[in-house]
C-alpha cells in the first residue's frame, strides 16, 4: 500500500483547508485510516482516524471532519476554524491490521509523505 496525501498550503487564521490522502495498491478489506502531525519540537500527535468509529483529538473536535471514500480509497480531514497551533506537518496513515481506529501512531503500518499546513496572518 502506498499513500499520496495533497492539500496542505498557507492559510490565515479562521481559513480552512481540505486535505486529501489516497490509498494504492491491495487494500485490506477492513482497514483504518487516519491523519497525525507534528510540529517543530514536538512529537507526533493524532488528528483524527476513522475505522468503524471515528476519533478526534479534544483540540480540533468541532473544527475538523474526516471522511472516507471506500471506492475511491481515500481519507479527507476538511480542517475549519484553523489557528496558529495548528501549524505542522500532516501525515496521513493507514492500517491494515483491523477496522480499530486506533490512535497510536506505532498501529499505523503505511504512511504518506507528509505536507505542511501553516496557519499565520
Not at 500527535?45 to 468509529?53: D, T
Not at 503505511?110 to 505536507?115: A, I, M, N, P, V
Given at each position: 500500500?502506498?499513500?499520496?496525501?495533497?492539500?496542505?498550503?498557507?492559510?490565515?487564521?479562521?481559513?480552512?483547508?481540505?486535505?486529501?490522502?489516497?490509498?494504492?495498491?491491495?487494500?485490506?478489506?477492513?482497514?483504518?485510516?487516519?491523519w497525525?502531525?507534528?510540529?517543530?519540537?514536538?512529537?507526533?500527535?493524532?488528528?483524527?482516524?476513522?475505522?468503524?468509529?471515528?476519533?478526534?483529538?479534544?483540540?480540533?473536535?468541532?473544527?475538523?471532519?474526516?471522511?472516507?471514500?471506500?471506492?475511491?480509497?481515500?481519507?479527507?480531514?476538511?480542517?475549519?476554524?484553523?489557528?496558529?497551533?495548528?501549524?505542522?506537518v500532516?501525515?496521513?496513515?493507514?492500517?491494515?491490521?483491523?477496522?480499530?481506529?486506533?490512535?497510536?501512531?506505532?498501529?499505523?503500518?503505511?504512511?504518506?509523505?507528509?505536507?505542511?499546513?501553516?496557519?499565520?496572518?
Amino acid at each position: 500500500v502506498q499513500l499520496q496525501a495533497s492539500g496542505g498550503g498557507l492559510v490565515q487564521p479562521g481559513g480552512s483547508l481540505r486535505l486529501s490522502c489516497a490509498a494504492s495498491g491491495r487494500t485490506a478489506s477492513r482497514n483504518s485510516m487516519g491523519w497525525f502531525r507534528q510540529a517543530p519540537g514536538k512529537e507526533r500527535e493524532v488528528v483524527a482516524v476513522i475505522g468503524w468509529y471515528i476519533y478526534y483529538a479534544p483540540s480540533v473536535k468541532g473544527r475538523f471532519t474526516i471522511s472516507k471514500d471506500n471506492a475511491k480509497n481515500t481519507v479527507y480531514l476538511q480542517m475549519n476554524n484553523l489557528k496558529p497551533e495548528d501549524t505542522a506537518v500532516y501525515y496521513c496513515a493507514y492500517s491494515g491490521a483491523s477496522d480499530y481506529a486506533d490512535t497510536t501512531a506505532s498501529k499505523y503500518d503505511t504512511w504518506g509523505q507528509g505536507t505542511q499546513v501553516t496557519v499565520s496572518s
